[in-house]
DNA sequence: ACTCATGAAACATATAAAGTTACATGAGGC
DNA sequence: GCCTCATGTAACTTTATATGTTTCATGAGT
């Protein structure tokens, strides 16, 4: 099946914004996205909503952070984008009539929602400014600023 | 995005299939769950190979369990099926040249294989066995036979 | 007025599960 | 031996959905 990457894909685009003031249009980002600036939007809009990027028209326009990176969680993030389901597997009927599939419904539900509950909770453990220090991290000695420098 | 059932599919057959002798043909199980005999087919071939199930051809074949239920795990089943990816969002590149992307991959990779491990686990800890007796306190003082009811 | 940016709708593409059709293979029954 | 019934398998169709693309409207700045 095909897997649901707007979180990866999202978290990508905020990690790339904080170092900078901006903004960023959507061209900038989705060129350092490799994708379109259509879907760039697309998943910006659910953050926009909940106020954790704002976006501005015409020129100088574009992209910009308006959240504490502290405080917003990946959790938060998956929320903004509608919380798509998480599992690729799942019941064939959700109300059946049928006993055998309500005991199988049963059975894989109580398994569903545990993995489903602890994906998001560790989601809710990490912030955005703790992806941003391990990113640092993994930069090492090298500026900040060259993190978009391959995307060029 | 679509979410993968053959896992709850199968499972149904499995527990359809437990309470009588059998054996059962592709047309029989698929009435049972409204579907194609050759979908039947495709989900049992999977359980035929690590011997949970038989099949013969010609008069009177069919499918017929071949398993202890009490020593089969819905982990099992599930890896009969070929392991399917039981996550329904992930990376969006694998192995990413950008370091953004390694950053938020390894965050997200820790999440998900921790979901992951738990789904497996549970799903390790019910047998078909269980599954049965699950079903059994739902028929309550209908006769077992009866399951099979309300697919005529 | 012109340019640049987002907003949004509409359409196209890619992928995978699920359903379907068709036919080959082999096991009884006659 | 031939016929029927069942699985085995390949190929195709359908459906759902993430992703990509085109197009145009809207509004901000120069």
């Given at each position: 099946m095909r897997r649901d990457s707007?979180?990866?894909?999202?978290?990508?685009?905020l990690l790339h914004m904080a170092p900078?003031?901006?903004?960023?249009?959507?061209?900038?980002?989705?060129?350092?996205?490799?994708t379109n600036p259509v879907v760039i939007r697309r998943i910006m809009?659910?953050?926009r909503e909940l106020g954790y990027?704002?976006?501005?028209?015409?020129?100088?326009?574009?992209?910009?952070l308006a959240c504490d990176l502290s405080k917003v969680t990946l959790r938060?993030?998956?929320?903004?984008?509608?919380?798509?389901?998480?599992?690729a597997i799942g019941n064939r009927t959700e109300a059946p009539g049928c006993l055998v599939e309500q005991a199988v419904n049963a059975a894989l539900d109580q398994a569903f929602r545990d993995a489903e509950a602890l994906l998001l909770s560790?989601?809710?453990?990490?912030?955005?400014?703790?992806l941003g220090g391990d990113l640092r991290k993994r930069l090492g000695s090298r500026n900040v600023r060259d993190i978009n420098a391959h995307h060029a």
């Amino acid at each position: 099946m095909r897997r649901d990457s707007r979180l990866s894909g999202v978290l990508h685009v905020l990690l790339h914004m904080a170092p900078q003031p901006g903004p960023f249009t959507s061209e900038t980002l989705a060129k350092a996205m490799d994708t379109n600036p259509v879907v760039i939007r697309r998943i910006m809009a659910g953050l926009r909503e909940l106020g954790y990027v704002r976006s501005e028209k015409g020129h100088g326009g574009g992209w910009t952070l308006a959240c504490d990176l502290s405080k917003v969680t990946l959790r938060d993030v998956y929320a903004a984008l509608g919380s798509p389901s998480l599992l690729a597997i799942g019941n064939r009927t959700e109300a059946p009539g049928c006993l055998v599939e309500q005991a199988v419904n049963a059975a894989l539900d109580q398994a569903f929602r545990d993995a489903e509950a602890l994906l998001l909770s560790r989601l809710g453990e990490v912030t955005l400014a703790m992806l941003g220090g391990d990113l640092r991290k993994r930069l090492g000695s090298r500026n900040v600023r060259d993190i978009n420098a391959h995307h060029a």
